[in-house]
């Protein structure tokens, strides 16, 4: 039996081929334990129990304000079980336990509950009052697809996992869900939740396995009604072909590298621990990430070394510590990557003016071969590769900019459109420039506050559509127009008089 089981139809099951796989801690490489390895039919039966909990289980027939009732509980178990959830969130996937407690389990519950609301508030049918064919009447309803998959990456499993489950259960649909391979424990922990909650069997499936068939068969199966995936804009694309097949609608977060515009009117201490933030949270690994700065520049030089002087001050270490502000990277070859980034910035860019490298003197027992030091690089060229392409690791691009509109066209000169940000004194101005940015979440004199209210979602190849907010409710259901009309004299069917009169 493996130690991290698959959820299917409302049970904890092994894999029917038996495989498994380790999980590790990314910083030291101790393995937590062996995760069951899902195969294409172990993905087949999973579709089969949603199917079978949508087509003939209460759930889709429960009311919006029963449906809530039960998110809510989800998230309130959730939270009673927080220090567990954060503890295995910060081991798998090596972000840190300051982010896996105060970001990752807080917002996973409290998307359940955002959903919560919204199948408790938002009508399931609405009439269209003032028909233009009298006295017919006229109804919009507002259904379940059915069977939603959704696939997620590694960087924040808990939180992806209850974007891509909460709307879609709270909707009335049912669901199966893919962690990524690195980070599948805390989505496969939620199973406990929907058990303890008496979630009827098959309304939330998890299941673990590889993207390459596991994924695929989520994105293409013919039961499926929907898809949603988080992750890079290569398999993205991979997914809206595997999608086609049945012409499944798809929600997509992508990839990003996105531009956070310092103005010449900032408050610079400031505007320099939102830009670090911006950047190095998560170390990186984070899709909305800040990776580009643009510093207006007449204040270049000073904002550059301030940058230069509080990376430095950043906690590097095991990611258990609640003092630690980077832990390791989700793994060695995402190490890797980050490496080949940094040597292709030394040829385009020249030496960065902080780190650069992976970090000495760690503590015993920490692979120093998964940490690296928050890189900067200055006077970057909006065009060379490092900042046109998503690294997903610490390394920042700074770039200087004369003037609003300059800055603005280096921002939108992207084929991404994530997120970004404006550091500035001036509300006025900043927002006047966060309207001509092309991308999907702006903070101003801020960074990273995603909260499930407000719809999240991407620009460009960073995505297609919106998750969170009332439009990521509604993504996840669908408007049958119903006109009734009354029947009666032959007066009431204008059709008749007025298209049809020989019939
Ligand atoms: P990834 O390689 O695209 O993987 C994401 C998920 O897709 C994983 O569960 C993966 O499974 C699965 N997958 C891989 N190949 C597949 C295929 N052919 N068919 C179906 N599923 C497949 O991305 P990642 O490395 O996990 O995450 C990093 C990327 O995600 C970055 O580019 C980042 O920008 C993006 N991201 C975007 C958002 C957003 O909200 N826009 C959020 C987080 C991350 P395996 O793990 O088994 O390979
Ligand atoms: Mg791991």
């Known amino acids: 039996m ?46 089969e129990a949603a199917r079978k909990a949508f087509d003939e289980g209460p759930w889709p027939k429960l009311s919006g304000k029963e449906r809530g009732a039960k998110l809510n509980q989800i998230a309130d178990l959730l939270d009673a079980k927080a220090e567990k959830f954060a503890e295995a969130e910060a081991r798998d996937g090596g972000g840190t336990i300051k982010k896996a407690t105060f970001a990752d389990v807080p917002g996973a519950s409290s998307a359940f509950r955002w959903f919560a609301r919204m199948a408790e508030e938002q009508p399931d049918e609405v009439e269209v009052p003032g028909s233009p064919f009298p006295p017919s009447q006229n109804w919009v309803r507002y259904e379940p ?34 962690p990524a391979s690195l980070t599948s424990i805390t989505a496969l922990m939620l199973g ?91 170390n990186g690994q984070v899709c909305e990430s800040g990776t580009r700065a643009l510093v207006h520049q007449s204040v270049y030089d000073e904002f550059v070394s301030l940058l230069v002087d509080r990376a430095g001050k950043m906690v590097i270490g095991n990611q258990m510590d609640f003092a630690t502000d980077l832990g390791p990277l989700v793994s060695r070859s995402q190490v890797e ?10 040829d385009e860019v020249g030496e960065p003016i902080c780190g650069g490298n992976r970090p000495e003197g760690l503590a015993d027992g920490l692979d120093p071969n998964a940490f690296y030091n928050p890189t900067i690089f200055s006077g970057v060229d909006n065009k060379a590769k490092i900042a046109q392409e998503e690294i997903f690791g610490p390394v920042l691009c700074v770039i200087p900019f004369a003037d609003d509109d300059e800055a603005v066209a280096i921002a939108n000169d992207s084929i991404y459109g994530l997120g970004g940000g404006v550091q500035s004194g001036n509300l006025d101005r900043a927002r006047a420039i966060a309207a001509r940015m092309r991308t999907g979440t702006v903070w101003i004199n801020d960074y990273h506050l995603i909260s499930p209210e407000r719809p999240f979602g991407g620009y460009k190849q960073s995505g297609i ?39």
């Open 465 to 503: 559509g919106r998750e969170l907010g009332v439009a990521g409710f509604n993504a996840y259901r669908q408007a049958k127009h119903v006109h009734a009309n009354p029947g009666g004299s032959r007066d009431n069917y204008m059709h008749l008089a007025a298209l049809s009169s020989n019939i």
């Open 192 to 282: 406990e939740v929907f058990q303890e909650a008496d979630l009827p069997p098959g309304v939330a499936n998890v299941i673990a396995g590889p993207g390459g068939t596991v994924g695929e068969e989520l994105a293409s199966n013919p039961l499926v009604d929907k898809t949603a995936f988080t992750g890079s804009t290569e398999v993205g694309r991979r997914i809206m072909q595997l999608a086609s097949g049945t012409v499944k609608p798809v929600t997509l977060e992508l990839g990003g590298k996105s531009a956070n515009i310092v103005l010449d009117d900032a408050d610079l201490d400031i505007a320099a621990a939102c830009v670090l933030f911006g950047t190095f949270f998560h």
């Open 337 to 346: 990557t980050v490496e080949r980034y940094v040597a292709l910035g030394r």
């Open 145 to 178: 697809f059915g069977v939603t998959t959704g696939i997620i990456p590694w960087n924040f499993p808990l939180i992806m996992a209850s974007w891509k489950l909460a709307p879609a259960l709270a909707a009335g649909n049912c669901s199966v869900i893919k």
């Open 2 to 47: 493996a130690d991290y089981q698959l959820f299917i139809g409302g049970a904890y099951v092994d894999a029917l081929a038996g495989e498994t796989f380790e999980t590790n801690d990314p910083a030291t490489g101790q393995k937590i334990g062996d995760v069951a390895k899902a195969g294409r039919e172990d993905a087949q039966r999973a579709i």
